[in-house]
């Protein structure tokens, strides 16, 4: 018969131990979050309707989001715009006509810089710095935000989610902002970047408003027309949130209650 032995643990191990225990409760909802890595954006969403979210990123220039306008406008069509606030701040009676024409308004961040490269702090005064200027010109509350360039980490997404935001990706990308052709920028939305990942309901497509994006233009009217042909219905983001069971990928499903970020 083997007697086995249980050896004391040493005061340093416990000592350990209790550090551990100590932060994961201090810290439970991120520090899971964190050390499974399933804190996600929104890229897309579980419909029953044939919805598809029509979305357009501004940062900089004036002669590309007036033109889209006025095909959203003909085509009767509604998207949500993700603003930069410097952007808003210096073009304000067009982003009053965004509003006034029933475009929903995201938030594009502050300054155009990586808020994964951030710490929480800074994250937030980025978004409260952004959401503060976007609200005072459109009057409207903002919950919706696309950091810029896509960026994120665990701490972006609790930090935004603490503020009370969603955090939306894409799961279609126009690239329109490389310049490739109006021909293109069709392709990459209606057959996608790899065959056969063309929009869908659900998706999320990504364009770009901006100055850097001259393409988009001439390629919407087209975009629009083949999926309105397919029976798609291109709305806002938070109309397709609204009508969505759940979201994709599944760690973009978070909580009703804020989650507490790391400092």
Known sequence: MRIIIFKRPSWRNIVLWGILLFVLVAYRENATSVFSGKLKPIYSATVQTQSIGLTFD???GEKTAEPILDILKQEGVHATFFLSSPWADKHQPLVQRI???GHEIGSHGNRHIDLNTLGALEIENEITTSQQVLERITGHSIRLIRTPNGAYNNKVIA???K???RVIQWSVDSLDWKRPGPGAVINNVLN???PGHGAKPGDIILFHASD???DTVQ???TVIKRLKDKGYSLIPVGKLLAESSNTWPPESNLKEEPIAPAN
């Open 163 to 165: 503020l009370g935001y």
């Open 159 to 161: 930090t935004a989610h």
């Open 212 to 214: 850097s994006a001259p």
């Open 58 to 60: 501004i940062s900089w």
């Open 192 to 194: 996608g970047i790899q």
């Open 99 to 101: 509003v006034l024409e």
């Open 219 to 221: 390629a919407l009217p």
